[in-house]
């Protein structure tokens, strides 16, 4: 089946700093990978989009300078944040797709910035 | 105003009781996906239902494009059941999921 394993599954930063989280599907080609951030007030808010051999499309309020995304094939993606602040914290999901818009999410990184 | 609306926000059931959850959009559907968010997080897909109806266990998946809305039903309620069910759909054929606020599930034993 299709699996999608996500890494670490929860990290606390100091302020300022940054971190990477990755995704890695299995069992099926992620063409697309989507990023997405639930906040605590448990909203799903679409961070990007990515699609390999594609521009990585932000959404309004994202941008690559503070969430810098790597989809260097099938089977592979990664997010950074950078300079993390209080704002920043929350669920961060992946969820690929290998083109027929069926998601396979990742478990999840939660995000605590102290 | 919102593209997808869940409802009820939340529902408490006993054991062994029905649920059926509802999920409206206000957009054209190119596809429709229910997810169970875990307690810790982790989301899990339940189904992927653009159209029709879908079976899966206690679990059953309508999605009714012309009157813009999908339901999600469970029948004979576990505690295992309790958590998010989310429901998430595609109107652009981009591959962008936009999710619903969800409906937290309670089922008491």
């Known amino acids: 089946g299709a699996l999608v394993y996500q890494y670490p599954r929860r990290t606390i930063c100091k302020s300022g700093t940054s971190m990477r989280m990755e995704c890695q599907a299995v069992?099926?080609?992620?063409?697309?990978v989507a990023w997405y951030r639930q906040s605590p007030q448990k909203t799903f808010e679409l961070i990007a989009l990515?699609?390999?051999?594609?521009?990585?499309?932000?959404e309004q309020n994202f941008t690559q300078e503070k969430f810098p995304i790597s989809h260097p094939n099938l089977s592979f993606s990664s997010m950074t944040v950078l300079n993390a602040y209080l704002e920043d914290r929350g669920l961060y999901l992946c969820?690929?797709?290998?083109?027929?818009?069926?998601?396979?999410f990742g478990s999840g990184t939660r995000l605590l910035v102290i | 105003g919102q593209q997808v609306q869940q409802s009820p926000a939340s529902l408490v059931l006993q054991e062994g009781e029905n649920a059926e959850l509802q999920c409206n959009f206000s957009t054209s559907l190119n596809s429709m996906q229910w997810f169970y968010q875990r307690p810790g997080g982790s989301l899990v897909s339940l189904f992927y239902n653009p159209s029709g109806t879908k079976h899966s266990g206690r679990l059953t998946s309508t999605t009714v494009i012309k009157e813009r809305r999908s339901s999600l039903h469970i029948s004979s309620s576990q505690t295992t059941d309790s958590g998010t069910y989310l429901c998430?759909?595609?109107?652009?054929?981009?591959?962008?999921?936009?999710f619903g606020d969800g409906t937290v599930l309670t089922v008491k034993p």
């Open positions: 990515s699609t390999v051999n594609s521009a990585i499309k932000y």
């Open positions: 969820g690929a797709t290998n083109a027929n818009s069926d998601y396979t």
């Open positions: 069992g099926f080609q992620a063409t697309s």
């Open positions: 998430a759909l595609d109107n652009t054929n981009t591959g962008k999921l936009t």
